[in-house]
């Protein structure tokens, strides 16, 4: 149903005369009553008035939508009336109202009042388009505006809609879901200014959403892949594909699609889960690091799994629930503490493997695995022998990988009557025993290395504890999922694995998850720092912004660092500092409180498995004021 089919010329008062918030319910009441819809004023004026005790339908930014659905009304419809000065409606922005639609929808039309609510308010945010609202010359015109709008929003969802697309794009980030999102959000709104054709898939730690089809892939002039991590390649065969790193496609966005619509791009061949493209000009540092990020991914699950699974019944046990003083004192306590346990021990195997399957596929998750197991054998077998950690994972995962790379470069060279067996037998075989050997003999010096970190942080007075928290926090919200973020909280975990697990809680805090205690504490604080912002500082924001920043209250405690990106994009410099800062503090007040956790993620959720939890919430809300404070104070005034 459109906007015009619940609009009449008997429900529109192009020049309105209230005086207060009163009266301008009154009239649009009077107005819609005149439509015909309402089978009883004041049952229908008593719905408005109850959702107006809720809170306010001024929107802002000169607009009010107030709304009801009640048994009153016959059918669904619209009152519009403009007040040229405007007039207080006690909007969010505290500013006046001019021009205002009143929804009346009745209680067996579903969310029609809903559906159109958000379809007004996305064509309202048009700021051009609400002026020639309000500048109508006749209600005749009014309508003409609206319909026009609304053949245009379809028009262009028909020209986008199904397969004419001419650019399609990958965005994709390891664990995070932040430059997903940005890449995401840059591509398209450049491709909107160049009047490209254009789509993104976004292909994050939760999955792909907005799936490009086959039909699109083959019709589309280029695919843009700016990825950080695997996706799925082999549908792009044999068609033109830019592949290159995600922050190109948030900081070379026009650039990636010039080239896209000039045609000067390679055609990508897929070769097994390779990528093989003469346009994917990447250096060893960003290979070993895609390869490092993509293996993270994956054994993340898995730590979290068994963190949740200690971490409940130890909690259990700490604290007497229900009569039971020591894990073992409940089979059921003591099976998911076993569990727990058994799966956490083998960590460092699994992480290794993954990082082979990143390098060399299926044949390097085996391979890669027996070496991560290799590097547990001295530590199991030898008494005061240190565990090499994640330490020795990430060196076994590479020796393994590269190992089975090699192997498939010497059986290059066998005759093709060989093939059958080259992934069954040649590569697992000789594999796992060159890499074996070379991670049992590096063991012992790895173990030596990771024990003197682990030491050195456990042992900390203080205040190096309050410099690392403050270091590991503010490294969080350095590039908000990057690679310098996921150092910080590739940290964190190689410290859980440790037994130090302060640092997560740090990282967590701070901004996305970097060291135990101070990582948690700076993934949490950037959108908590931005929402608080828009709430304390609300006329220096947009409307748009305003809502984007109430959304960040719910998605920091969920650790989910999403909604940051609107808010870089416009202000890359002072939004960057002032997580910095506020993600620095809280990972520091962490870090000096103890808040240690075994879960590298899960923000509030996760809160009652935190030790320390109400010192924690202090880091918590210190970080974020002081966020808030900074971008709040520096920030100029927003314009739509």
Request: a negative charge; glycine letters at 10%.
């Amino acid at each position: 149903m459109k906007i015009t089919d619940l609009l009449c010329l008997q429900g529109i008062d192009m020049n309105g005369e209230v005086a207060n918030k009163e009266e301008a319910i009154d009239h649009l009441v009077d107005l819609m009553v005149g439509t015909g819809n309402i089978s009883d004023k004041l049952a229908f004026k008593k719905g408005i008035l109850a959702r107006e005790a809720q809170s306010t339908t001024g929107i802002g930014e000169g607009i009010a939508i107030p709304h009801a659905q009640v048994a009153a009304v016959k059918k669904p419809g619209l009152a519009v009336m403009i007040v040229k000065d405007g007039v207080d409606y006690q909007s969010l922005d505290s500013q006046p109202a001019r021009l205002f639609f009143m929804i009346a929808a009745p209680v067996d039309g579903g969310n029609i009042h809903l559906e159109t609510l958000a379809r007004l308010s996305g064509m309202l945010m048009d700021n051009d388009f609400k002026e020639n609202l309000i500048n109508a010359s006749d209600a005749v015109e009014f309508l003409r505006l609206i319909d026009d709008k609304e053949n245009e929003i379809v028009k262009v969802k028909e020209e986008t809609d199904g397969t004419n697309y001419e650019v399609l794009a990958v965005t994709a980030c390891p664990t995070g879901i932040a430059h997903t999102f940005m890449a995401a959000e840059s591509l398209e709104a450049k491709a909107k200014e160049m009047n490209i054709l254009f789509k993104v898939e976004t292909n994050g730690a939760t999955g792909p959403k907005n799936v490009l089809t086959a039909e699109e892939i083959s019709k589309a002039r280029c695919i843009i892949v700016a990825a950080d991590k695997q996706v799925e390649m082999s549908r792009f065969d044999g068609r033109p594909v830019i592949i290159t790193k995600v922050a190109d496609g948030i900081n070379k966005a026009e650039e990636l699609l010039s080239q896209a619509i000039n045609g000067n791009v390679e055609i990508y061949h897929h070769q097994g889960d390779k990528v093989v493209s003469s346009s994917a000009n990447e250096g060893i540092w960003r290979k070993l690091y895609t390869q490092l990020t993509d293996a993270l991914s994956k054994i993340l699950p898995i730590i979290i799994g068994s963190g949740a699974l200690i971490s409940i019944a130890s909690l259990a046990a700490s604290y007497n629930l229900f009569g039971i003083k020591q894990i073992y004192d409940s089979i059921w306590l003591s099976n998911s503490y076993i569990l727990g346990i058994t799966v956490n021990g083998m960590i460092v195997a699994l992480f290794a493997g993954f990082i082979g399957q990143a390098i060399a596929s299926q044949q390097g998750f085996a391979v890669a695995l027996a070496g991560g197991a290799a590097m547990l054998l001295n530590n199991m077998y030898l008494q005061n022998m240190p565990s090499p950690g994640i330490l020795g994972a990430i060196i076994a995962g590479f020796i393994g990988g590269y190992v089975v790379i090699l192997l498939q470069k010497i059986c290059r060279k066998l005759p093709e009557c060989l093939d059958g067996i080259k992934p069954t037998v040649i590569y697992p075989i000789f594999g796992v025993m060159i890499t074996g050997v070379l991670s049992y003999l590096i063991s012992p010096y790895v173990g030596s290395l990771n024990q003197t970190i682990s030491v050195f942080i456990g042992s900390m007075d203080i205040v190096y504890k309050l410099i690392l928290g403050v270091i590991v926090g503010g490294i969080m919200s350095v590039d908000m999922g990057g690679p310098v973020n996921k150092i910080a909280y590739l940290f964190g975990i190689a410290q859980i694995v440790e037994g130090n697990f302060d640092v997560m809680a740090g990282v967590m805090v701070g901004g996305g998850g970097s060291s135990k205690d101070a990582v948690m504490a700076g993934g949490m604080v950037p959108p908590l720092a931005i929402a608080i912002s828009t709430t304390f500082f609300r006329n220096k924001f947009t409307l748009t912004e305003r809502k984007l920043g109430c959304q960040n209250y719910l998605k920091g405690l969920m650790f989910i660092s999403e909604g940051t990106i609107p808010f870089v994009q416009k202000d890359p410099c002072l939004v960057t500092l002032a997580c910095i800062v506020a993600s620095a503090v809280a990972g520091g007040f962490s870090m000096l409180y103890n808040c240690g956790i075994r879960i590298p993620h899960g923000g509030i959720f996760v809160l009652p498995l935190i030790a320390h939890p109400f010192r924690y919430i202090v880091a918590l809300l210190a970080g974020s004021l002081c966020g808030a404070v900074i971008y709040g104070f520096f920030k100029e005034i927003g314009e739509e």
